[in-house]
């Protein structure tokens, strides 16, 4: 079974700064789809960046950049010029065929 | 993407009674699928919602506590029967839009039980 792991449960950034989180994952999969999820306190899960394991380029959305290094299976975000809109909860996600695994999370504070 | 909506957004329950979730989505979609989420925690896949069959649940849920309809590709129910305070949590719903490859998710209903 694929599995997920975040390990820094909450992290906090400056307003206007740079931050990275991080996401490792488990699989023997060869073609798959990654994703970054952020979930505010409004509960809703928005996605923020989407990756297909198959491009070698990393995807980027605007502020957010991703760090895709398929043989280390990791994939961390980057979130640039970070806003105070940005504190959330983020998720980085694994799915196959529609089968999604979730981290655990990252508790992003932006202090302005 | 899709627009999605769920009903109730938010519940107030006393044990033992069962609450009935609605997932609505603006277009057909195959791809349905059902998530816990427990105070402070990640999501975790319940099932898969079928049209026109049985939905598939993972390990640790079951049919008879946790009741799934389909009944067309636009539209899913899902029933917390004889509820606990464990059972507090937030329930989503997600699709699988055709072609996209990406999960979208409802806004979520919170269930708190007394």
């Known amino acids: 079974a694929q599995t997920v792991t975040q390990s820094q449960p909450e992290m906090s950034v400056q307003e206007a700064e740079t931050v990275t989180l991080s996401c490792t994952y488990d699989t023997s999969e060869s073609n798959y789809y990654l994703f970054w999820y952020k979930q505010p306190p409004s509960r809703q899960m928005i996605l923020v960046i989407r990756q297909e394991a198959y491009k070698q380029q990393n995807a980027t959305e605007n502020r957010f950049s991703v760090n895709f290094q398929k043989a280390a299976k990791s994939f961390s975000l980057k979130i640039s010029d970070s806003q105070l809109g940005d504190t959330a909860m983020y998720f980085c996600a694994f799915m196959k065929q529609g089968d999604m695994r979730f981290g655990a999370g990252t508790r992003l504070t932006v202090k302005p | 993407s899709a627009v999605i909506s769920q009903k109730p957004s938010r519940d107030i329950c006393q044990r033992g009674t069962s609450l009935t979730i609605q997932c609505q989505v603006d277009?057909?979609?195959?791809?349905m699928f059902w998530y816990r989420q427990q105070p402070g925690q990640s999501l975790t896949l319940i099932a898969t919602a079928n049209q026109g069959s049985e939905a598939t649940y993972e390990s640790g849920f079951v049919i008879d506590k946790f009741p799934i309809s389909r009944p067309n590709l636009t539209f899913s129910t899902l029933t917390v029967s004889n509820m606990s305070p464990e059972d507090s949590s937030i329930y989503l719903c997600s699709v699988v839009p055709g072609g996209t490859d990406t999960q979208y998710f409802g806004p979520g209903t919170r269930l708190t039980v007394l």
């Open positions: 277009s057909q979609v195959t791809m």
